[in-house]
């Protein structure tokens, strides 16, 4: 059975979707100035330099925490260069007390709403002040008091628990709802599809971000899908769809403006596919040189959302070449005084290890914890960073 009344023909009739080409909204060029025809969304000075400084903070941290990672101070770490604009843009449309649930590439939506480098800086390096107690990968980031929910490795699972969480959030129906993020790599998990439908038959108050960046790490995306994207698959669950030019920072910001309003007001869950490119490596274990070309890279970074936007700040009188100068200067002053602080900040307690779980730690747990400790205390050469911990009777 199917929900629509289907219309009727007596002979066969095929379709391949080709009727279904979407196309792109776009408001800025890249040299700062509207299209013809276009408005600019209602963007007020105060937040559109917000907006602006997460996006050159994000970009800063970035360059320096993968220097840091090739000098072998983190083990690991992911790039959110080329994409900012996607990612803050559509961060900067939502209320604060819209739950955000990310994939790994997505730190300007945490430094819009106030993580400070100090909290990026105790989760990379896992030390006493990371809220995860350092349990997670660098780059896993989690706010509970930003709205924003703690990143997994697995890939796509956010997706279905965004579907799940707007569900709570329509029957509370306080007026908030859930945004995922994720690439279109991702788009080709069954998590996708099960929480696409979901939230369509649901009615949730869900807004899926997909970030086309080009490439699923190394396999372009001409190998992972024959359709005209990852928007049409909107259709296949009757949701409002729409695609934008994931470097414009005035699309990204209006379009997810008048998605929220339909998820919000209308419980109508919506796709946005971003069209961007990833400009840095997939991660930090990955060379993009040996699947991609410098020349292709050198035309997307003509393309640079950071650029755009501050050339239509300048147009608009709200940015100068001197406010430029001393927000780099300050910016990579403070990221770099941050991150030698929090390298020398100790481990969190060795005790951490097994709590959180269990309201009392059961005995089994306990007689290993004291047996890890004895090891510990036995060879404190080879865990400097645990023997003072350690001490304790076993």
Not at 289 to 313: H, N, T
Request: aromatic content about 10%; proline content about 5%; hydrophobic content about 35%.
């Amino acid at each position: 059975m199917t929900t629509t009344k289907s219309k009727v023909v007596y002979s066969p009739v095929f379709t391949d979707g080709a009727e279904f080409r979407i196309p792109t909204f776009k408001l800025l060029k890249q040299d700062g100035k509207l299209y013809k025809s276009a408005k600019a969304p209602d963007l007020d000075k105060a937040k559109a330099l917000r907006i602006y400084r997460a996006m050159v903070t994000t970009r800063i941290l970035d360059e320096r925490m993968l220097a840091a990672q090739r000098q072998g101070r983190l083990s690991f770490y992911m790039q959110c260069t080329g994409e900012e604009a996607a990612v803050i843009g559509s961060a900067a449309a939502l209320d604060d007390g819209d739950m955000i649930m990310a994939q790994y590439r997505e730190q300007g939506a945490l430094a819009y709403r106030g993580f400070t480098i100090d909290e990026f800086m105790n989760q990379l390096f896992g030390n006493e002040l990371d809220y995860g107690k350092g349990r997670q990968m660098p780059v896993h980031y989690g706010s509970k008091k930003l709205n924003y929910m703690t990143i997994s490795s697995p890939l796509a699972t956010q997706i279905p628990q965004a579907t799940g969480y707007a569900y709570g959030q329509k029957l509370q129906g306080e007026g908030h709802c859930t945004i995922t993020y994720f690439g279109e790599g991702a788009a080709s998990e069954g998590d996708f599809h099960a929480a696409l439908n979901m939230a369509a038959v649901h009615r949730v108050p869900v807004i899926f971000l997909c970030r086309n960046n080009g490439y699923a790490i190394s396999t372009p995306a001409a190998e992972q899908f024959a359709a005209d994207g990852v928007a049409p698959r909107a259709y296949g669950y009757k949701m409002d769809v729409i695609r934008v030019d994931g470097n414009d920072i005035l699309a990204m910001y209006q379009a997810t403006q008048e998605a929220r309003k339909l998820a919000v007001e209308h419980n109508r869950p919506v796709l946005i596919e971003a069209m961007s490119y990833r400009l840095a490596a997939h991660s930090s274990s990955d060379d993009p040189s040996g699947y991609r070309s410098k020349d292709e890279e050198a035309v997307w970074r003509e393309k640079d959302p950071i650029l755009r936007m501050r050339l239509w700040l300048e147009s608009k009188k709200w940015w100068s070449e001197d406010d430029e100068k001393q927000l780099q200067e300050n910016m990579r002053r403070e990221v770099l005084e941050t991150m030698k602080r929090a390298q020398k900040r100790p481990p969190p307690a060795l005790e951490t290890l097994v709590s959180d779980v269990y309201d009392e730690v059961p005995p089994a747990l306990a007689e290993q914890f004291d047996k890890l400790k004895a090891h510990i205390r036995r060879y404190p050469d080879e865990y400097p960073k645990s023997a003072e911990h350690a001490k304790g009777g076993a």
